[in-house]
């Protein structure tokens, strides 16, 4: 089955950058899309990035634009967010998810664990 882990969340201050890694298993990982989502405390899981099969079409959701770029190795079976400037309204658990579509999506089946992500003001 796919399974997903997330690594590289941790606390950092306003203005400052983080690196989140999937690590993908269970399929052919260059075959799908690939995205990150997060869950603030007290708030609904939202969409946040999401990245087509071979990492050439992107959509970002406009909170994070010009901020976070999303990225794939394929041949490391790995999806990334790179996270600038963050703010403490970035707080919260970052999760990795992928769908059975070749395209990006807002949407995911697959769900990794989550990493906590803490931006101090």
């Known amino acids: 089955q796919v399974q997903l882990v997330e690594s590289g969340g941790g606390l950092v201050q306003a203005g400052g950058s983080l690196r989140l890694s999937c690590a993908a298993s269970g399929r052919t990982f260059s075959s799908y899309g690939m995205g990150w989502f997060r869950q603030a405390p007290g708030k609904e899981r939202e969409f946040v990035a999401a990245l087509d099969w071979s990492g050439g079409n992107a959509i970002y959701a406009d909170s994070v634009k010009g901020r976070f770029t999303i990225s794939r190795d394929n041949a490391k079976n790995t999806v990334y967010l790179q996270m600038n400037s963050l703010k403490p309204e970035d707080t919260a658990v970052y999760y990795c998810?992928?769908?059975?579509?070749?395209?990006?999506?807002?949407?995911?089946?697959?769900w990794g664990q989550g990493t906590q992500v803490t931006v101090s003001s």
């Open positions: 998810g992928t769908s059975d579509s070749r395209r990006p999506t807002r949407q995911a089946t697959y």
